[in-house]
């Protein structure tokens, strides 16, 4: 079992940054490819920012987001800059499966998530 937590969520200005994180537990935190998500309202979940052999990020956060991850603390980060009001979302981490082929981008290649949290960027 994976436990996953996320903090570091809330109200910002558009222009201002935010930095989340993601306690995990369970397992060796090291040992796996984790993922950062978001959901709107009424939209479906969607890719953010991956941190595996390397890193990749969804066209619409490059060069503003940044994932990172210490694994001493099996804990993961998202640096969120230039926020704007379309990134008012509900931010999840996930724990990829692993499973060969699996699409990093795609929801159901990731086996544990954490509960969210809040990101509310006003303009």
């Known amino acids: 079992q994976v436990q996953l937590v996320e903090s570091g969520g809330g109200l910002v200005q558009a222009g201002g940054s935010l930095r989340l994180s993601c306690a995990a537990s369970g397992r060796t935190f090291s040992n796996y490819a984790m993922a950062w998500f978001r959901q709107a309202p009424g939209k479906e979940r969607e890719f953010v920012a991956w941190s595996g052999a390397g890193t990749l990020y969804a066209n619409s956060v490059k060069g503003r987001f940044t994932i990172s991850r210490d694994n001493a603390k099996n804990t993961m980060y998202l640096q969120m800059n230039s926020l704007k009001p379309e990134d008012t979302a509900v931010y999840y981490c996930?724990?990829?499966?692993?499973?060969?082929?699996?699409?990093?981008?795609?929801?159901?290649?990731?086996?544990?998530w954490g509960q969210g949290t809040q990101v509310t960027v006003s303009s």
């Open positions: 996930a724990k990829h499966s692993g499973r060969p082929g699996m699409v990093v981008a795609l929801p159901s290649s990731y086996d544990y």
